[in-house]
């Protein structure tokens, strides 16, 4: 175990599905995967482990911004030897032909700042997706006939943001839809040799100020999770 993960190495699988919010992880574990049990509650931040067709999978909580998932991806990735690690979560859109309930996949992933800066320093590096799991993602959703969108996100590093001058710069240039995790996750992946993606459903916009309403929710994620599984083992 380490300090935030009370659970054994066997008890984590090569392939882990990373929420923000540990009880849609505790939802995605009870909703999709088979015999799943509770492997962490260190902080309240809940994981489960279970097999999904046969295959092993972790559907850890990260918590919500960059730092607290590099403290979940680095222990999962150095001391679970983890291989695979996918987010799955919420974004909010940022282009008009983006539409609540929609999928996004992460290709890049723009940023002010992550936990990673402190190593770049000067450099502005560039973290995207790996192509197998974003190729393997984007059949998934195509075959399931979810809308779906493949571009560039950007994680912020606040929930309450108050820079409209560099939102208006992010929709000019592309960028589908805003979060907060996946940029330290690509980072830590290209780091350590590790495949990862986002897996994003839209759940409010930008622009148009819509928002999934509650009741939704659980069905629209539902898409985003299946779409995950299917790629980490296509």
Excluded at 28 to 40: G, P, S
Excluded at 43 to 70: E, N
Excluded at 81 to 88: K, N, P, S, V
Excluded at 196 to 220: C, F, K, Q
Aim: aromatic fraction near 6%; include cysteine; charge should be negative.
């Amino acid at each position: 175990m380490t300090i935030h993960i009370g659970a054994d190495k066997e008890d984590i699988a090569p392939t882990v599905l990373m929420p923000g919010d540990p009880y849609r992880a505790k939802w995605a574990a009870e909703t999709f995967l088979q015999d799943a049990r509770c492997i962490n509650q260190v902080r309240g931040m809940l994981g489960f482990t279970g097999t999904w067709h046969g295959h092993p999978v972790t559907i850890q909580g990260s918590g919500m911004g960059m730092p607290s998932l590099s403290i979940y991806a680095n222990e999962l990735i150095r001391d679970y030897d983890a291989q695979t690690l996918i987010r799955i979560g919420s974004c909010g859109g940022m282009q008009e032909h983006v539409g609540i309930r929609d999928v996004i996949l992460a290709m890049t992933a723009s940023t002010l700042s992550t936990p990673s800066r402190g190593i770049f320093k000067e450099l502005n590096f560039a973290p995207c997706a790996d192509f197998g799991l974003l190729s393997a993602a984007h059949q998934a959703a195509m075959a399931k006939g979810v809308p779906t969108h493949v571009g560039g996100i950007y994680s912020s590093d606040v929930f309450y943001d108050e820079r409209p001058d560099l939102n208006e710069q992010m929709m000019r240039h592309g960028i589908l839809g805003v979060e907060m995790e996946a940029a330290e996750l690509y980072n830590l992946a290209a780091r350590h040799g590790r495949r990862a993606l986002a897996v994003l459903t839209v759940s409010d916009h930008l622009l148009t100020h819509e928002a999934l309403p509650a009741a939704d929710r659980e069905r629209s994620f539902g898409d985003m999770v299946e779409i995950a599984l299917t790629a980490a083992f296509t």
